[in-house]
């Protein structure tokens, strides 16, 4: 099974701060590799698809990058919607996996 | 619009059996792939299983902890696909989310909120 890391597990921001989270596969995935947004009560939302494809309707603050196993979600100026949790997945092979997610807080 | 509205989830027992279903509007079902992803309380999102589009053979792929246990079916006549969850334990204790995307090889393109699912005696 391929494993997926993520860091920090958790951060503290402010509204207008850049953020970047980190997520890494135990071994190669291409660029197989998604992003979810998660708030309470409400559907997951996905953001980036294909590692750096930004779904449509996904404000473009959001970005993704990266390929192999090291991959970056970056959102260029936080604002007040963005405080969620975020998990990146892996779709190279099954099981599918989720990394352990990344809960971006109001500072 | 694509709405996935999950319904059947509540309070089993230990070994016994439950069925959800979700419901789709708003695009193509039976274009698509349907899976099914769980989150535990106070934990991660884990993958469950998914079942391709009939053009991709309808066939299905799950996670060691439920295969045997768990089974995804689909019916393209009504926009609806289901998880029928036999031989429930408590580890099974998770918020169940439907999700639609993608066809031989599924993608969490949209989801439902979810609907809870809890194992206890």
């Known amino acids: 099974d391929i494993q997926m890391t993520q860091s920090p597990s958790s951060l503290s921001a402010s509204v207008g701060d850049r953020v970047t989270i980190t997520c890494r596969a135990s071994q190669s995935i291409s660029s197989y590799l998604s992003w979810y947004q998660l708030k309470p009560g409400k559907a997951p939302k996905l953001l980036i698809y294909a590692a750096s494809s930004l779904q449509s309707g996904v404000p473009s603050r959001f970005s993704g990058s990266g390929s192999g196993t090291d991959f970056t979600l970056t959102i260029s100026s936080l604002q007040p919607e963005d405080f969620a949790t975020y998990y990146c997945q892996q779709s190279y092979s099954t099981p599918l996996t989720f990394g352990p997610g990344t809960k971006v807080d109001i500072k | 619009e694509v709405q996935l509205v999950e319904s059947g989830g509540g309070l089993v027992q230990p070994g016994r059996s439950l069925r959800l279903s979700c419901t789709a509007s708003?695009?193509?079902?039976?274009?698509?792939?349907m899976s099914w992803v769980r989150q535990a309380p106070g934990k991660g999102l884990e993958w469950v299983g998914f079942?391709?589009?009939?053009?991709?053979?309808?066939?299905?792929e799950y996670a060691a902890s439920v295969k045997g246990r768990f089974t995804i079916s689909r019916d393209d006549s009504k926009s609806i696909a289901y998880l029928q969850m036999n031989s429930l334990k408590t580890d099974d204790t998770a918020v169940y989310y439907c999700?639609?995307?993608?066809?031989?090889?599924?993608?969490?393109?949209?989801w439902g909120q979810g609907t809870l699912v809890t194992v206890s005696s």
């Open positions: 708003g695009f193509t079902f039976g274009d698509y792939a």
């Open positions: 999700t639609s995307g993608g066809q031989l090889w599924p993608s969490f393109d949209y």
């Open positions: 079942i391709r589009s009939k053009a991709y053979g309808g066939t299905t």
